[in-house]
């Protein structure tokens, strides 16, 4: 049940660069409590949005509709592919830095917190490489962001995220 749908703000910030593999993300994250909370877990974790392409083929049927059971239809042809594009977000790496916490009124935390980015390569990166000359099926990551997220007890979880520029290849 929840019983605080407001129950703290959060700030994040980290050096703005091009991050690369192998490098480490260093946030300090602030949290200020707006009453008593407990919280389960907090994460910062680099998120990907990736837009997934499949190229998707059928079969028509001709004028002579469906065949009867057992038989097999001519004039059924397969149809030309038609492009279909889902669009998700994606954990690349992520870091507890917080757990079992109670945190005041007034009492602000601030934490300061180190993503290392490695020493592999996330795994929708590694599908995306994998994916490069196949004709009919794509991944491309459109953008990067480090989110903070707050696993709260009783209470609305939290998130906070900013954009970051990242070249995994």
Do not use: C, H
Not at 34 to 57: D, H, S, W, Y
Not at 91 to 100: C, H
Request: glycine share 8%; proline share 5%; hydrophobic share 40%.
């Amino acid at each position: 049940m929840v019983f605080n749908l407001e129950p703290l703000d959060i700030s994040l910030d980290f050096e703005r660069k091009t991050y690369r593999l192998g490098d480490t993300i260093k946030a300090n994250v602030t949290l200020t409590p707006l009453g008593g909370v407990r919280i389960r877990e907090a994460t910062l974790n680099l998120v990907a949005q990736v837009r997934r392409t499949e190229v998707k083929a059928g079969w028509a049927m001709g004028m002579d509709g469906a065949p009867a059971p057992g038989r097999y239809n001519a004039s059924e042809v397969p149809t030309r592919g038609t492009p279909v594009q889902t669009v998700s977000m994606e954990a690349g790496y992520s870091t507890v830095f917080l757990s079992s916490a109670s945190l005041s009124v007034g009492r602000p935390g601030t934490y300061k917190v180190a993503l290392v980015l490695g020493p592999r390569l996330p795994r929708v990166v590694q599908l995306s490489k994998e994916l490069e000359r196949d004709v009919n099926n794509s991944i491309s990551i459109e953008r990067w962001w480090l989110e903070v997220q707050v696993d709260v007890a009783m209470g609305r979880d939290q998130s906070a995220r900013k954009g970051i520029d990242v070249i995994l290849m």
